[in-house]
């Protein structure tokens, strides 16, 4: 195995000849960046993959999902909006403290629903095994993801807040 650093602007991989790696790319780097895994077994048959590195300047805001392959929520897509694509705005109705709908408008549309279990104010933290939003049980957190028309009556997975503030008339601040 030999991981190489194809634009060669000084990408530093953790171990350059397993199959795993970890790698740092500069922090001068604000383009795109290829690596290349070689493959040879030492006999003269080598193959190689090429794989893209696509570089994020970051945001404040920003939302990213990876939607696998047939997926009907999110179309099998990889997708990274940020405030400079979309208008993000969360809102919890009534000033309720124990749950929050952001909805995100770009050139697609999405909402998402996430609430702390019944009886709790949303904190900072990990909620795991959480279920459809607003159809959860008492003692579940709950949690909706929908977009550009598509859903799903049967949701299950865990979130993270990781950042949470409201202004004086408890409206969100900062998510």
Same mark, same amino acid.
């Given at each position: 195995?030999?991981?190489?650093?194809?634009?060669?602007?000084?990408?530093?991989?953790? &171990?350059?000849?397993?199959?795993?790696?970890?790698?740092?790319?500069?922090?001068?780097?604000?383009?795109?960046?290829?690596?290349?895994?070689?493959?040879?077994?030492?006999? #003269?048959?080598?193959?190689?993959?090429?794989?893209?590195?696509?570089?994020?300047?970051?945001?404040?805001?920003?939302?990213?999902?990876?939607?696998?392959?047939?997926?009907?929520?999110?179309?099998? /897509?990889?997708?990274?909006?940020?405030?400079?694509?979309?208008?993000?705005?969360?809102?919890?109705?009534?000033?309720?403290?124990?749950?929050?709908?952001?909805?995100?408008?770009?050139?697609?549309?999405?909402?998402?629903?996430?609430?702390?279990?019944?009886?709790?104010?949303?904190?900072?933290?990990?909620?795991?095994?959480?279920?459809?939003?607003?159809?959860?049980?008492?003692?579940?957190?709950?949690?909706?993801?929908? #977009?550009? #028309?598509?859903?799903?009556?049967?949701?299950?997975?865990?979130?993270?807040?990781?950042?949470?503030?409201? &202004?004086?008339?408890?409206?969100? /601040?900062?998510?």
């Amino acid at each position: 195995f030999k991981w190489v650093d194809v634009n060669n602007v000084g990408i530093v991989f953790s &171990n350059p000849t397993s199959a795993k790696t970890g790698f740092t790319v500069p922090n001068e780097v604000t383009s795109d960046v290829a690596i290349k895994l070689e493959v040879s077994n030492g006999q #003269g048959y080598q193959v190689f993959r090429t794989l893209t590195i696509h570089y994020y300047a970051g945001s404040d805001t920003f939302m990213h999902y990876v939607s696998p392959q047939g997926d009907y929520i999110g179309g099998g /897509k990889t997708v990274i909006m940020d405030s400079s694509s979309a208008v993000f705005t969360p809102t919890n109705y009534d000033n309720s403290l124990n749950a929050i709908t952001l909805s995100i408008d770009g050139n697609t549309w999405w909402s998402f629903d996430i609430a702390a279990p019944a009886g709790e104010n949303l904190q900072v933290k990990k909620y795991i095994n959480a279920t459809r939003y607003p159809f959860q049980g008492p003692l579940t957190a709950g949690l909706s993801f929908t #977009g550009d #028309g598509r859903g799903c009556n049967q949701s299950i997975g865990d979130f993270e807040v990781l950042e949470l503030s409201y &202004n004086a008339d408890k409206s969100v /601040k900062s998510l």
